[in-house]
């Protein structure tokens, strides 16, 4: 797939660190123009970095995605450097683990905020761009939006709510030429799924050791997934080749999701 996206413009959220950065440097190495968007000034230039070594130099945007002022800078920033969008990756999202009855309204709304809010904004604000363009949405979800546990109550229904928000958004996109997916990885090896194991450790009382053992186990999985195996699907989804994919909601997960679909 040599430079198959040069020319095409790339935003990415949560692109600091993990999956996002991951799919941020796929996408540069393929060539693309990308947008690089997240909270951390220090975590977003080494990111820029590690980007720029590969491909393009991006365009990295601090704010913060669970307002609504936050989602319109972004769009403002693209708007005004390259006006267009041909590709948007909704990756920004951290929420928090623990015992149900432990968990606060704070915790609940600020869980809302970012992934699921702020990828409705993102979507509402450069809909227009991706129309022109005949773009694509990859929204990177969860395996707990239809596996869910009693120790991620938060995570597993602000991704149920995800998947459902995409699967509708892509009936629009139907009808306006843009290609709408879900990606649910599983357990990734990444600092996000490390402080989620911490947190679950903490509210069981249990080792971090003890819990990645039992993750793989009970999964039945041979190993924890690569953010490379979440970017080479997202670059899949986005080309000519996955045009007649819309609408689906795909797992990353080594087969360690239950269920029949």
């Not at 623990?98 to 992934?115: H, I, P, Q, R, S």
């Not at 005949?134 to 707990?144: F, L």
Request: overall charge neutral.
């Amino acid at each position: 797939m040599a430079q198959e996206f040069s020319g095409k413009v790339v935003v990415i959220t949560g692109a600091s660190r993990g999956i996002g950065r991951g799919i941020a440097v796929s996408f540069a190495e393929e060539g693309a123009q990308t947008v690089i968007a997240a909270s951390s000034a220090e975590r977003l230039a080494d990111a820029a970095k590690a980007v720029k070594g590969v491909g393009p130099e991006p365009l990295s945007v601090m704010g913060d995605l669970r307002t609504l002022a936050g989602c319109e800078q972004l769009f403002k920033a693209v708007k005004d450097k390259f006006g267009r969008c041909d590709i948007l990756v909704n990756c920004a999202g951290a929420t928090k683990a623990g015992n149900f009855v432990d968990l606060t309204d704070e915790d609940w709304m600020d869980g809302y905020a970012l992934k699921f809010f702020g990828a409705v904004r993102l979507c509402r604000l450069f809909w227009p761009m991706l129309k022109e363009s005949h773009g694509t949405v990859i929204n990177i979800d969860g395996g707990a939006a239809r596996t869910p546990g009693p120790d991620f109550t938060i995570g597993g229904s602000v991704n149920a709510a995800m998947a459902n928000f995409s699967k509708a958004l892509s009936k629009l996109g139907l009808k306006d030429d843009v290609n709408v997916n879900v990606i649910h990885p599983g357990t990734t090896d990444t600092e996000r799924t490390n402080t989620l194991i911490e947190q679950r450790a903490k509210a069981s009382g249990r080792s971090v050791e003890e819990l990645k053992k039992e993750n793989l186990s009970r999964a039945g999985i041979r190993r924890m997934g690569t953010v490379e195996d979440i970017a080479a699907l997202t670059l899949f989804l986005c080309g000519p080749q996955a045009r007649h994919i819309q609408g689906a909601a795909i797992a990353v997960d080594g087969g360690g999701t239950p269920g029949v679909y």
